[in-house]
């Protein structure tokens, strides 16, 4: 079936470039997400690609899209302490039916000062 | 800006009994979902529901769930005889739309469940 996987864990410094990996399975997926969870709170979207992109800027965050390979990437730049947080990337197939989102696992990114 | 809320933050409860967990999504969203995560785990689809019925559900959305929107504003995920493997957090999301650019699904803050 549908699989999204990530690493656990991620530590950078403080103003460094953070990049999180994710890859999956399903080649139909139609949109690509990234969400933030900041500890006891909920799924924030960050950031979104379609599948057709292969590439998508939002100010700090840098998204990358290699369909050949399944492969989904989220660069934060100069990242901070506020950024620390787990990081959930999503797979959406949207092809004709209401479409339900298969996430990863989560990354854990650390941020030191 | 608009956000998806969920009503209670915590909730605690003894096995076998019925819980209800409330949502409001966005106020002009047509779609709606719940997942769950249990501790450690990923996040996994439960059920969405569009027109009054239910669109899609997984295999874990079994007879013991039911969904409902008695109103305008809330849309509810029922549990009808809670077990120890349903302590999680509860998520609501909705999207405006089911295709295209308007399916982004915002989500709620969640509900943590621990059943004992």
């Known amino acids: 079936g549908e699989d999204v996987e990530q690493s656990l864990f991620l530590s950078v410094r403080e103003g460094d470039s953070s990049v999180i990996n994710c890859t999956y399975t399903?080649?139909?997926?139609?949109?690509l997400y990234w969400y933030k969870q900041e500890p006891g709170a909920g799924l924030q979207l960050l950031t979104y690609?379609?599948?057709?992109?292969d590439m998508k800027q939002d100010q700090r965050l840098t998204v990358l899209l290699n369909k050949k390979d399944k492969h989904l990437s989220l660069r934060i730049a100069d990242t901070q302490t506020g950024d620390s947080a787990i990081y959930f990337c999503?797979?959406?197939?949207?092809?004709?039916?209401?479409?339900?989102?298969?996430f990863g696992k989560g990354t854990k990114l650390s941020v030191k000062p | 800006e608009p956000e998806v809320t969920q009503t209670p933050s915590h909730q605690v409860t003894q096995m076998g009994q019925e819980v209800i967990l409330r949502c409001v999504p966005i106020?002009?969203?047509?779609?709606f979902y719940w997942y769950r995560q249990i501790l450690g785990q990923k996040v996994e689809f439960l059920v969405s529901?569009?027109?009054?019925?239910?669109?899609?559900k997984s295999e874990i959305f079994d007879d013991q769930f039911s969904v409902e929107r008695p109103d305008g504003s809330n849309f509810t995920l029922k549990i009808r005889s809670t077990k120890l493997e349903d302590s999680a957090m509860y998520f609501c999301?909705?999207?405006?739309?089911?295709?295209?650019?308007?399916?982004?699904?915002?989500f709620g803050p969640g509900t943590r469940l621990l059943v004992l």
């Open positions: 999301a909705s999207s405006e739309a089911g295709q295209g650019f308007q399916e982004t699904q915002y």
């Open positions: 106020s002009n969203h047509l779609y």
């Open positions: 999503a797979e959406g197939n949207y092809g004709g039916s209401q479409g339900n989102l298969i």
């Open positions: 529901f569009y027109n009054n019925e239910i669109s899609e």
């Open positions: 690609i379609f599948s057709n992109m």
């Open positions: 399903d080649s139909s997926s139609t949109y």
